[in-house]
């Protein structure tokens, strides 16, 4: 009976979590007052994450505006190259209309954006979100850091940091993370926080994509009144920023200037293959018992060979055992 009530509660407990990945949509067929032209703009808005008065900002080259109106006549379609206008790279455009042609064999959606009064036009859907991404900075950082060139730099960045960081090891010993760490928690907990954020971000793209896609039109910094995953995202991504300012400040504290900039270095170099590691292991279900074992790896490492409980009585330096202080020579006990 025990064993039936566990597994009906850990039903229970999947069920939310799964329900609670999801942004909930508002019923608006019990609002008396809307009109037709919004309640288009309502329904428009769940499926493609906008509507009118959106701010989009082109990122691409250029981005051509037809100016003459769709019309729903697939023979004329082509027509309308020789009425167009162009909008340049970082010109901030708005949705000014959205209409459907059912018979356009490119994309049956057309989206009327205007950068100005006298330099407006309409474009597919589709040559709008290539060349374009949405005017918030949230939305630039996030666009910024899905760029697969960007992966693959902060791919060749972190395996040149260990590669510089292994040979300066075999030179010279020196303090990095998980192998010959300073006496501080904050390293560990910094590179673990950013395994697991990687992790959670990679099982958003994958399981509740959609998810994603509305957090990115409408991103925000406020962890709360978020999909719970979501806002576990997010408060993951604070928490790294509390930690990464922790460890620096340790860092520069417990060690000489030319140490402590090595070791961030390697902290670094670290963190960008946890990050690459995690958010690509995960689309493969690989990377959630691979967190497990990272997590029990680098705290046991942390508990054994870098933990310091003990405190110097006369300088006040952080020791791993008693006896004498290495920074002021005091005999502690």
């Not at 051509?64 to 019309?71: V, Y």
């Not at 760029?147 to 040979?167: E, K």
């Not at 509740?208 to 978020?226: A, I, M, Q, R, S």
Request: proline share 4%; charged share 20%; aromatic share 14%.
């Amino acid at each position: 009976m025990r064993k039936k009530h566990s597994i009906l509660l850990w039903m229970l407990l999947g069920t939310l979590f799964l329900t609670s990945c999801y942004y909930q949509k508002h019923d608006y067929s019990d609002e008396w007052d809307l009109t037709e032209g919004r309640r288009n703009s309502l329904d428009f808005a769940e499926g493609h994450h906008y509507t009118k008065n959106y701010n989009f900002r082109v990122v691409g080259d250029s981005l051509s505006l037809q100016i003459r109106h769709p019309q729903h006549n697939p023979g004329r379609t082509d027509d309308l190259a020789d009425s167009s206008v162009a909008v340049c790279r970082g010109d901030r455009v708005v949705v000014a209309d959205m209409m459907f042609v059912p018979e356009d064999s490119v994309d049956s959606v057309w989206i009327k954006v205007a950068r100005d009064q006298s330099t407006m036009g309409w474009i597919h859907e589709t040559d709008l979100l290539r060349e374009a991404i949405p005017a918030d900075p949230i939305s630039s950082f996030i666009h910024l850091f899905s760029n697969v060139h960007l992966i693959y730099r902060l791919l060749a960045l972190g395996l040149l940091l260990i590669v510089y960081l292994v040979r300066r090891m075999r030179r010279k010993r020196f303090h990095i993370v998980h192998f010959d760490d300073i006496g501080s928690c904050y390293p560990t907990l910094l590179c673990l926080t950013l395994s697991g954020a990687a992790t959670l971000y990679a099982s958003v793209q994958k399981f509740v994509p959609d998810t994603w896609v509305e957090f990115y039109f409408h991103p925000t910094l406020n962890p709360f009144g978020l999909p719970f995953i979501l806002g576990l995202f997010l408060t993951s991504l604070w928490l790294i920023v509390i930690l990464a300012i922790a460890s620096a400040e340790d860092v520069f504290r417990q060690l000489p200037l030319r140490e402590a900039v090595l070791y961030l270095f390697a902290l670094l170099g670290v963190c960008a293959a946890c990050y690459l590691f995690f958010s690509v292991a995960t689309l493969y279900y690989v990377g959630y018992p691979c967190l497990l074992g990272y997590a029990g790896w680098a705290l046991r490492r942390y508990y054994l060979y870098a933990r310091c409980p003990y405190v110097c009585g006369r300088c006040g330096a952080k020791l791993r055992s008693k006896g004498r202080c290495p920074h002021c020579g005091a005999w502690n006990e």
